[in-house]
């Protein structure tokens, strides 16, 4: 095995870890594109924190680890009275944008929702931006936080684009983690070589195990995982501008190394292929490809490969409102992915069971005409015992054109069909939908609908007055990445 080292016989960091921190220290953002979907996605992802704060499951978690504890320029949550220090703070944040799984998504070969950083670069620009003002210097503004977003979802996408990590069980919030740490280590001012050694730290970390997403244990974790993985990126990346030293063979290093330990099961038979097959493939340079790309979620709090699925059930409702009984068998074709994460049957035991279950978000918008986060709760569910017996008739079956499109990187479809079939031989059309509302192909439409999205979900904690300016935060972009950080987080808070 072969180790590269310098001149001073100092190991070599590998070239994944350079590239990542070349890209956060150099590349400069052009694109007016991505500029703009940052800011939608800023505006959506706290619209999703707002919404998540009417769940005690979720806000029973947040808060300081020691009661009453005050931290000068702390970093506030918003939609709470929380200012703590900027690694619980991230972990607050995060977990209320991803509490209800309705904040922006990204698919590939690995999947995730690379809003999930926003938990680290709120939290840590937030705290920098008062801590400079007290100093006499410069505040941070929302310019350097949206920078920060385009600079985090690429690293995030781009790790996902031909690297399936769900495949040898990892999850996903590994990404979020690595992304994370390299942003809060440049926005604490980090040099390259803080950066490197904060990279490598995030990678020899591991990662967590799907298996809390998946039948028999699928649960709330799901719900707080990423926040709990932009903290752990704060907190790696304070301690490599402390000094502490890297790990620059993480990846590579033989027997002890990611690739080795973490990334070596191929496939169900075990098999284990070279490590030069192994190692991490990157199909584009990082840029600004993931924002201009991300994929919203508009109209349904519901696991993204389901999303299309929904909103073709929504259509045949009225046609299946009132006819349980009369239903003999729906048919939803899917690609592989959906299949292999999303497609269940049995009991679902709790929230986070059903709204990873394609059946379920099949069955409820069928029966409903509609699907909110609060359909997935207990109450509801024990109240309608249609939603079971609808969901034991429906089958899911792949279709491959649908698999094959969903991988193309010119397309990136997320194609479902749903059909209905009655006792006595009739049957619906069979509804297709491969283009999801927040999908890009799709933004003239969706965007008008993500604004009312926002709206909705500000009202759901905010009284009018303040929802109106905090609405009014977004309304220019050039004011809005002006704004000093403080004073923007200063209007989020109750």
């Excluded at 792949?398 to 969903?406: A, F, I, N």
Aim: hydrophobic letters at 40%; proline letters at 4%.
């Amino acid at each position: 095995m072969r180790t590269d080292s310098d001149q001073t016989g100092h190991l070599i960091y590998d070239q994944v870890i350079q590239d990542i921190a070349d890209y956060v220290l150099n590349f400069e953002v052009y694109s007016n594109e991505a500029w703009q979907t940052a800011r939608y996605c800023l505006m959506d992802s706290l619209g999703c924190a707002f919404l998540s704060l009417g769940f005690p499951e979720c806000t029973k978690l947040l808060g300081p680890l020691v009661e009453g504890m005050v931290v000068p320029n702390g970093a506030r949550v918003p939609g709470t009275q929380f200012c703590m220090d900027p690694v619980k703070a991230a972990w607050d944040i995060g977990c209320t944008i991803r509490w209800l799984d309705f904040n922006d998504t990204w698919l590939a070969e690995e999947w995730g929702h690379p809003s999930d950083n926003l938990g680290a670069i709120l939290a840590v620009c937030d705290f920098l931006s008062q801590k400079r003002l007290s100093a006499g210097e410069e505040p941070l503004t929302m310019g350097k936080v949206m920078e920060a977003m385009i600079k985090a979802y690429e690293i995030q996408g781009v790790l996902a684009l031909q690297n399936s990590f769900n495949r040898v069980g990892l999850d996903h919030v590994l990404l979020v983690r690595v992304a994370s740490t390299a942003i809060a280590t440049w926005l604490m001012g980090g040099g390259r070589e803080e950066l490197l050694a904060a990279i490598s730290q995030a990678w020899v970390d591991g990662s967590a195990l799907r298996t809390y997403r998946h039948f028999p244990n699928t649960g709330s974790r799901k719900s707080w995982a990423a926040g709990d993985a932009s903290a752990r990126g704060v907190l790696l990346a304070d301690m490599a501008m402390r000094g502490e030293m890297g790990i620059p063979t993480v990846l590579t290093a033989k027997q002890w190394g990611f690739y080795d330990v973490a990334f070596s099961k191929t496939n169900a038979d075990q098999v284990i292929k070279p490590l030069e097959e192994r190692q991490f493939r990157f199909p584009r340079r990082f840029g600004t490809y993931v924002m201009e790309n991300i994929l919203f979620k508009i109209s349904f709090p519901a696991e993204f490969h389901g999303q299309t699925a929904c909103e073709a059930a929504i259509v045949l409702h009225p046609l299946v409102r009132g006819r349980v009984q009369d239903t003999e068998r729906v048919v939803v074709t899917t690609h592989e992915s959906a299949i292999r994460i999303i497609s269940k049957t049995g009991p679902l035991s709790n929230p986070a069971d059903r709204d990873h279950c394609l059946q379920y978000i099949v069955a409820v918008a069928l029966l409903f005409g509609d699907l909110q986060a609060s359909f997935y709760e207990d109450e509801f569910h024990q109240s309608h015992p249609e939603i079971d017996e609808l969901r034991g008739k429906i089958t899911v079956v792949e279709d491959g054109c649908y698999s094959k499109d969903y991988l193309d990187p010119d397309k990136r479809s997320i194609a479902n069909g749903v059909q209905v079939f009655f006792k006595g031989g009739k049957a619906t059309e069979n509804v297709v939908v491969e283009y999801p509302l927040g999908h890009r192909r799709r933004r003239k439409e969706g965007i008008p609908l993500l604004l009312k999205k926002f709206h909705s979900n500000l009202a759901a904690r905010f009284p009018s007055g303040q929802a109106e300016k905090i609405l009014a935060l977004f309304a220019d972009q050039q004011q809005l990445q002006a704004m000093p950080v403080h004073l923007f987080m200063d209007k989020l808070v109750i």
